[in-house]
């Protein structure tokens, strides 16, 4: 592979050959921080509270209430009050959506599925986002993917295990047998927790916590994960 490798920790090798992939959605595959960045810079503008990019940073890989709960920083809002910024945040970022197209697939993601499909691996996506399913038709990817999932599948967000653990299970697989593309801390502790093997994507002190840290799936091969993996 052609991306810049750095191994952070020991890899966590096991016995158990690899079967299955499963991707975070953003940040992994299509770069929608920018697109949540903006829709909630709009709707802190409109309600006067204080936020910017490094803020946005934090929110990475949160739910949408989590989010906007981590915005309020202690305040809080009547549940009506609250549901009606997170439908208009929503809105919003789904007008953003309305223009996505397999151009805003991040670099490699492309020919990393193809590859997958050629060596038979099977593919989930396991995001926090409740717009996973339109995203995923969006970026034109919906037929190299085995299986959708999100936190509203499961009874915990991350970084609980517990949409790792029900997109290995919709694979039929276990969690040994799969492997995590994450970019968010929140993610990759939840990788963690559910004993997948982890690839964390972005810098260190955010992803550090993986079994093996890449700048992005740029150049990467299943060749090179089971070389990583695999005992
Ligand atoms: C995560 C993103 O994947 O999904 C967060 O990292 C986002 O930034 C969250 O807030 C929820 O997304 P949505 O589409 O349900 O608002
Ligand atoms: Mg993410």
Redesign the pocket.
């Known amino acids: 592979m052609n991306a810049p490798l750095s191994a952070i920790r020991p890899s966590a090798t096991s016995s158990v050959p690899l079967r299955g992939a499963i991707f ?4 992994v595959l299509t770069d ?2 920018e697109f ?1 960045y903006q829709t ?1 810079q709009r709707l802190a503008d409109e309600e006067r509270i204080p936020f910017d990019r490094q803020a ?1 940073e934090a ?6 209430r ?2 906007l709960l981590r915005m309020l920083d202690g305040r809080t809002l009547p549940e009506a009050k609250m549901q009606e910024l ?1 439908d208009r ?2 809105q919003y ?1 789904r007008e953003f959506v309305k223009t996505m197209s397999s151009d805003h697939l991040l670099p490699g993601v492309r020919d990393f599925l193809d590859d997958l499909r050629a060596a038979g691996v099977k593919t989930a996506v396991a ?6 399913y339109v ?1 995923v038709e969006q970026l034109g990817i919906a037929d190299d993917i085995d299986a959708i999932t ?1 936190v509203y599948c499961v009874d915990r967000p991350k970084p609980a295990p517990d949409v790792f653990l029900h997109a290995a299970e919709r694979l039929n697989l276990s969690p040994s047998e799969c492997v995590v593309f994450e ?2 801390e929140s ?1 990759v502790e939840a990788a963690l927790a559910a004993k997948m093997h982890v690839v964390g994507l972005g810098p260190v002190d955010r992803v550090g916590a993986a079994h093996w840290v890449l700048p992005s799936l740029n150049g990467l091969r299943w060749a090179d994960l089971q070389a990583k993996f695999e005992k």
């Open positions: 975070d959605m953003d940040g929608t921080i949540h909630w946005n929110l990475r890989g949160l739910s949408r989590d989010s997170l945040k929503n970022f995001s926090a986002s409740q717009n996973v995203v999100n970019d968010a993610g």
